[in-house]
């Protein structure tokens, strides 16, 4: 009976993940966009950050939505880390088409790790008219 090799057990006991597979996740805002009354509403996890740490512009129609945090290093004389996760310097990004419309008109409200974002819906222009020449 042959057996493929496989890695040695203890060897990576801390990166079970196959992180790879998730390159795309990792810096992703996980969102949920959704119409009520007439508005649109989008609701974005931004878990691990503060307020204070997330920025939001208007710009050519986008609505960009930029999150960083940058945690200080303290070394603490009683602990020796073997690994450190938790411990983090982050900055993720996420950009949303709303058309062109006023940024006075957009509602934002951030509660326990998620931003809240109320945006108008983009007003229809009127269609194209033509004028009659005598």
């Given at each position: 009976m042959n057996m493929l090799p496989s890695r040695v057990f203890f060897d990576d006991l801390f990166d079970d993940?196959?992180?790879t597979r998730f390159t795309n996740l990792d810096n992703m805002m996980k969102?949920?966009?959704y119409e009520?009354?007439?508005?649109?509403n989008i609701e974005v996890d931004v878990p691990?950050?503060?307020k204070e740490?997330?920025?939001m512009k208007l710009a050519d129609g986008y609505i960009t939505i930029t999150a960083e945090h940058n945690e200080e290093e303290k070394?603490?004389?009683d602990k020796k880390?073997?690994?450190r996760e938790r411990k983090y310097s982050s900055r993720c990004e996420?950009?949303?088409y709303v058309g062109d419309i006023d940024e006075n008109e957009v509602k934002a409200k951030f509660k326990d790790g998620t931003l809240k974002i109320v945006v108008p819906k983009e007003k229809e222009k009127a269609p194209e008219k033509f004028i009659d020449i005598n």
């Open positions: 993940l196959d992180k969102c949920d966009i009520k009354d007439g508005e649109y691990g950050f503060n740490d997330i920025k070394e603490e004389e880390y073997i690994r996420r950009k949303f």
